[in-house]
């Protein structure tokens, strides 16, 4: 996924309409974190101030890459100067303080953002609920909170005011540090313990002599505006389908109509060498294996034969407008989920254009995910499953409509065949399922036809291909992936009641077995819930060494939320091999809540259903940042990404329902020579949201299926009480020019 170079000079051309540089970014903003503590961003020089300092501190902070005055993208970057004041005394409300050009006011009903918690709203049935107090003070280190444990904080009532609640603040664990001596958080946190407040309202919290939080919401309406928003992330990024009002008012034309027969290879994986594979990929003439370029070996193997399909489905996989076969775990997901909660799906949830058909609109979302590769299935069942151009998007070319290249389906293969057949079956098992006959019947089909394709060794992707004025030759595997065979075949004699599809499985469960044992941890948690969800008394080994991997998944996570950070998140231990691993959304606590959801189907036990609930709260706002991880989401989200679409569309605002990778763990370059420097090492790991947008793609960038669908299906299963979405959710507008918004400067 290494887009940096082949997208930069595409997007210096890009136009933002609706935002001049003239005040866009240059007020001198500032706030009260406490009576005690201002921060003034981009402050002017002073030489006094009206009152004692006794503590100063600096921080420098990117927000995006610059505009100029006609919204042109420029190659640097937009950086905020963070001034923290620490008074001697605390300032009374309503008292002023002329500082660094600024003449700021202390008013106690405005909320401070020392508070981090979950800004969307918790539902009715959540057995434990945190919010947080901490501040990081850039060279400053963290705001000093240590002496307020065991002092009282208040629930308050929004319409009133009035107190209906009570707790006692209480030290959560301390920072800890990698390698010894790097911060995760740069705080002193403080928590709030408000499980036992379940009434349904809107409330805020407050502190004597530090202030008040934002409001929060407890209500089941908050879920199921966090699913809405999540799932409307897949809508907006459907691809072949316009998309308009009275479904969203971010607006854009129709795009990707038709796709020409390729003959690339539809595995990703095997354009890389790899350390093992030395039966199939890619060779030279000599038998060597050898790494590829997609994009120029589309180039250089046109079809042989010009045939045009007419295939809109899929999404874009990202930032541009590939469609990858790894999509196809979003189809299965969704299903799924449905599968294990049908209770909390209905027709007409996500305002989407199926939406009154009487489908739930999940498995309409899920539909969509294959209706691209119905249409390009061949006579003999094989699909290729990677629609793909030959270059990223070009100058001219920010909406997908306006894209000139063409596009190409991959030759299909017996384990791209395969793939197809376990999502598609899983669709077709979950539209049984709903009810709807004829849609589990027209996808049972295509299941059957793919299923034979696969099962015949004959139909082994075996090519030869011209690359860079070469020949080279490629071979696909000589088995069938566990896990797809496994799904399939199973999916397959549950639909059919016919146990040719289930011998196939049956006498290679040795090797699925290895496989699993192997490579789960690639898979989504949802792979074989097939097997939970209607067991096949013959394969009861494979399910139980499913259920026990994600038990023991499961079970090291939620010690990871309770010990391993101040804040409650799904990652790593700061001692853990893998929690240098967070580049590409794997830190996302939604996307590794999946495996929480799945524990808690197998058992029944709440406490997975409560972790899964913590996660929620941590993407929503409990976390260092004190914002929300998904655009649209809460009162503070991210405002600009990398997102072709938003970059394009003449919307001030970009689009809703969009998750970015976010940290990284390192620190990319060019944000080191841009801004950082010397002084990366102070910055706390999990601040280490860089966002310099195409120059920082593993964290500025998102893709559909590993941050956008796995925040649909957790929080989907989360659903208290499904309802219609509000008539403000349906109508909501872009909010205007995105610089303006709270998340675009938000404290570093």
């Known amino acids: 996924m290494n887009k940096i170079l082949s997208r930069l000079f595409v997007l210096l051309i890009f136009v933002l309409t609706g935002c001049e540089q003239k005040g866009c970014a240059a007020e001198v903003e500032y706030e009260f974190l406490t009576p005690q503590v201002l921060v003034i961003k981009n402050p002017k020089p002073y030489m006094h101030t009206s009152h004692n300092v006794v503590k100063q501190g600096l921080w420098q902070k990117e927000n995006a890459l610059l505009r100029d005055k006609n919204g042109n993208i420029l190659r640097k970057a937009d950086v905020t100067t963070f001034e923290y004041f620490i008074f001697e005394k605390p300032l009374k ?51 000093p909170l240590k002496h307020l444990a065991g002092k009282e904080f208040e629930i308050r009532r929004s319409s009133d005011g009035k107190t209906v609640c009570k707790g006692i603040l ?75 009002q009275p479904f969203t008012a971010w607006e854009s034309p129709a795009c990707h109509q038709t796709v020409q027969l390729g003959r690339f290879p539809g595995n990703a994986d095997h354009y890389r060498k790899g350390k093992t594979e030395k039966d199939f990929g890619f060779f030279d003439i000599k038998d060597n294996r050898i790494e590829v370029k997609h994009f120029d070996l589309i180039k250089d193997n046109p079809p042989y034969q010009q045939k045009i399909i007419t295939a809109p489905g899929g999404w874009h996989d990202a930032a541009d407008y590939d469609r990858r076969p790894y999509h196809l775990r979003i189809v299965s997901d969704l299903a799924a989920v449905y599968l294990m909660k049908p209770e909390n799906f209905i027709d007409g949830q996500l305002n989407i254009p199926e939406s009154g058909n009487g489908i739930p609109d999940i498995l ?127 999916n397959l004699y549950l639909l059919t009641g016919e146990r040719k599809y289930l011998e196939p499985v049956l006498e290679d469960q040795k090797r699925i077995q290895d496989s699993f044992s192997k490579d789960f941890w690639r898979w989504s948690p949802l792979t074989w819930m097939v097997l939970e969800l209607y067991p096949v008394t013959e394969l009861a080994q494979l399910r139980n060494e499913y259920r026990k991997v994600i038990l023991r998944d499961a079970e090291k996570m939620l010690e990871n939320q309770e010990n391993a950070y101040p804040y409650r998140t799904l990652w790593h231990a700061h001692n853990a091999g893998w929690v240098h691993a967070m580049a590409w959304g794997n830190y996302h606590p939604l996307r590794r809540a999946v495996t929480l959801i799945a524990a808690h189907k197998l058992t029944g036990e709440e406490k997975y259903l409560t972790g899964a609930y913590l996660a929620n709260d941590f993407h929503n706002g409990a976390n260092p940042l004190g914002r929300s991880m998904t655009s649209g989401l ?13 970059y394009a569309d003449g919307i001030g605002e970009f689009v809703p329902g969009i998750t970015p990778y976010g940290n990284t763990f390192g620190i990319d370059r060019n944000a080191l020579k841009m801004v950082y420097g010397k002084n990366a090492d102070k910055l706390p790991i999990f601040r280490r949201y860089v966002n310099l947008e195409f120059l920082s793609v593993p964290s500025s960038e998102y893709s559909v299926w590993e941050t956008i669908a796995p925040a649909a299906v957790s929080t989907g299963y989360l659903l208290e009480k499904p309802t219609l979405p509000s008539t403000e959710l349906k109508n909501r507008k872009p909010a205007g020019d995105f610089r303006k918004l709270p998340g675009y400067r938000a404290l570093p």
């Open 364 to 490: 309409d979302e899920a539909a969509w995910g294959v209706k691209h590769l119905l249409a390009v299935q061949q006579e003999n069942g094989g699909v290729g499953t990677w629609f793909e151009t030959t270059g990223h998007p070009g100058q001219g070319e920010g909406l997908p409509d306006k894209e000139k290249r063409s596009y190409y389906v991959s030759a299909p293969s017996r384990n791209g065949t395969i793939e197809y057949a376990a999502a598609v079956s899983t669709l077709a098992l979950a539209m049984k399922k709903a009810g709807a006959k004829s849609e589990a019947e027209k996808y049972l089909a295509s299941a059957v036809k793919a299923w034979e394709f696969a099962i015949d060794p004959s139909n082994r992707a075996v090519s030869w291909l011209r690359y860079k004025n070469k020949m080279i030759s490629y071979r696909e595997e000589p088995f069938l992936y566990g896990e797809n065979l496994l799904k399939a075949g199973v």
């Open 93 to 143: 409300d309503g008292e002023t303080v002329s500082i660094a050009g600024t003449v700021a006011k202390y008013d106690s009903a405005v909320p401070s953002n020392i508070f981090k918690l979950n800004q969307v709203g918790n539902g009715v049935n959540q057995k434990q609920k945190y919010a947080y107090m901490g501040a990081w003070l850039g060279n400053l280190g963290a705001l």
């Open 634 to 646: 809460g009162k503070i989200y991210p405002a600009v990404f990398l997102d072709l679409v938003s």
């Open 170 to 244: 209480k030290m959560r664990r301390e920072d800890s540090m990698y390698q010894g001596n790097i911060p995760f958080t740069g705080e002193e946190v403080l928590e709030l313990d408000y499980s036992n407040f379940n009434t349904p309202g809107k409330y805020y919290f407050y502190v004597e002599n530090i202030g008040r939080s934002m409001e929060f919401v407890i209500d089941s309406s908050a879920l199921n505006e966090a699913f809405y928003i999540h799932a409307r992330g897949l809508y907006h990024k459907r691809c072949g389908i316009a998309k308009t």
